[in-house]
């Protein structure tokens, strides 16, 4: 059993919206740094959002920037993905790690937790 559990993918036509999940799997996820990665066929994975422990600090891949959006709620990580587009069809999965500055956050996929992922496709 992953230690996250990460949900909300699906099909949605261009333009549309989808909001992905991840809640902690036998621990409290509240003070977790975390992050969304997400990975197209052929292609190595690619950090999409990270959020600080502290939820203080987000940073996002400049093509999702004014788009996607990342929260966090008590033992929950959300990514808002508005505005979808065909390039965004992708695995998404979210990753967390327990970081000892709590103010800032990181995409390099260097976390210790990973969710199953969750397939998003982006078609009409």
């Known amino acids: 059993q992953l230690p996250l559990v990460d949900s909300g993918g699906g099909l949605v036509q261009p333009g549309g919206s989808l909001r992905l999940s991840c809640v902690g799997s036998?621990?409290?996820?509240?003070?977790?740094?975390a992050a969304w990665f997400r990975q197209a066929p052929g292609k190595e994975r690619e950090g999409v959002s990270c959020v600080s422990g502290r939820g203080d600090m987000t940073d996002y891949v400049d093509t999702v920037k004014g788009r996607f959006t990342i929260s966090r709620q008590k033992n929950t990580v959300f990514l808002q993905m508005d505005n979808l587009k065909p390039v965004d069809t992708a695995v998404y999965f979210c990753?967390?790690?327990?970081?000892?500055?709590?103010?800032?956050?990181?995409?390099?996929?260097?976390?210790?937790?990973w969710g199953q992922g969750n397939q998003i496709t982006v078609s009409s």
């Open positions: 036998g621990f409290n996820l509240e003070g977790y740094t």
């Open positions: 990753a967390a790690d327990w970081r000892a500055y709590r103010s800032i956050c990181s995409m390099l996929p260097r976390y210790g937790f």
